[in-house]
């Protein structure tokens, strides 16, 4: 017999669930395990929606079920004497399911997380001042043989260099009350075990097993989010989702989110949107990898997605990534900027005769008179 049961994708919420099938309320639930009401809420409604997708809503007299890989597309009941007598299912195959799962599977493994400690907050702080660090596509994962490429790289490099460079970068930056790091998309280099990509399925130079790609990955973020917090009283990270880690950007973002989520300090967006907003003062920043919007394109999408923060704001700026390399346009009323990597160049941008420098960027925006400072940290400082 179908029940919310089979729904479950945790330990957690295969408890809630088992109460769920014995007509507990939210409330109930909540008391009888010791849970938050609002968080054990959340939780059955994610319970619900996804048996719903599958035809399960008893509330409703639907308790015939598609097999997994298939949407319920619509039901009919016959009715007679106000009881359900007979029931049509009508199914068909559920493209993004797989897609569906794969968040559903990310949010569940990220319940059990360890929670990273609180880090207490530096001393002082200018109130007026901001510090963004935009990292363009750090592609971690990525292999590169020197003698093909002019440059070795591979995981553990990476791991130095990121590390290294961050470590720099947030020292040359004043003291700010908030900071932002802001990854523009791309932070990993493959999406799936095969590593080609998702889109075209271009062969990809990777180093090592994805969970190795991960592990290290999740680890530079940590690396740089400590920093942060060493350094600025508030710290928020900003995932954007690329071309190259469509999924992967998805349960970076939500893995932090848990991870952090004791820590006060730090505020994790793990929104999955294209196109990402922060307002600080008189100052307005849009993040968006670059990938599926031209550039002259985003100050109009600025515009309509945000248009009260847009009447608030003097000075609007838009970071990307993407292209690998330094550019800076201004349209009106908004600049569009694309910042460099300081990945090594795979075997793929060598013979394309890609050649942009390496480096990253510490952005200081104040509430009153927008960048008022930036700061540079290349390759060959940290090497």
Same mark, same amino acid.
Request: hydrophobic residues 35%; aromatic residues 8%; proline residues 4%.
């Given at each position: ?166 470590? /720099?970068?947030?020292? $040359? =930056?004043?003291?700010?009350? @908030?900071? %932002?790091? *802001? ?5 990993? &280099?493959? !999406? ?30 940590? /690396?740089?989010?400590? $920093? =942060?917090?060493?350094?600025? @009283?508030? %710290?928020? *990270? ?5 071309? &190259?880690? !469509? ?137």
């Amino acid at each position: 017999m179908t029940s919310y049961t089979e729904f479950a994708n945790s330990e957690k919420q295969r408890k809630i669930a088992e109460l769920l099938d014995k007509g507990f309320s939210g409330n109930q639930i909540a008391k009888e395990l010791g849970l938050d009401p609002g968080s054990t809420r959340k939780t059955i409604r994610t319970i619900k929606a996804r048996a719903a997708r599958s035809g399960y809503a008893p509330e409703h007299d639907m308790t015939a079920t598609a097999p997994d890989g298939f949407a319920v597309k619509g039901t009919s009941t016959l009715y007679k004497d106000g009881q359900p007598i007979m029931q049509w299912v009508k199914t068909n195959q559920d493209r993004e399911r797989q897609f569906e799962l794969m968040k559903e599977a990310i949010a569940a493994l990220a319940e059990d997380v360890p929670r990273a400690d609180a880090v207490p907050c530096p001393e002082h702080s200018l109130d007026d001042l901001m510090a963004v660090y935009p990292l363009g596509d750090p592609h971690i994962g990525v292999l590169a043989w020197g003698e093909e490429t002019g440059q070795d790289w591979d995981l553990a490099i990476a791991e130095g260099v990121f590390g290294s460079a961050f470590d /720099r970068i947030v020292k $040359s =930056a004043p003291s700010c009350k @908030e900071s %932002v790091i *802001v990854n523009l998309g791309d932070f990993f &280099h493959a !999406d799936n075990m095969e590593g080609v990509t998702s889109r075209s399925g271009h062969t990809l130079d990777t180093d090592g097993r994805y969970a190795k790609m991960v592990r290290i990955g999740v680890k530079i973020m940590r /690396r740089m989010i400590q $920093s =942060a917090l060493e350094h600025h @009283e508030h %710290v928020r *990270v900003i995932n954007a989702v690329g071309n &190259h880690d !469509d999924t992967a950007s998805l349960f970076l973002a939500v893995a932090l989110a848990n991870m952090y989520e004791h820590e006060p300090r730090v505020t994790i967006d793990d929104s999955p949107t294209p196109f990402h907003y922060v307002e600080w003062g008189k100052c307005m920043v849009g993040v968006h990898h670059g990938h599926s919007c031209k550039p002259a394109m985003l100050p109009g999408v600025m515009a309509a997605d945000q248009p009260e923060m847009w009447g608030r704001t003097k000075f609007r700026y838009w970071y990307t990534g993407h292209i690998h390399h330094d550019s800076k346009k201004e349209y009106a009323g908004v600049t569009v900027e694309s910042f460099r990597t300081l990945a090594a160049k795979d075997a793929y941008a060598t013979w394309g005769g890609y050649r942009a420098g390496q480096d990253t960027k510490c952005i200081v925006l104040h509430k009153e008179y927008g960048e008022v400072e930036r700061h540079t940290v290349n390759i060959d400082m940290i090497r």
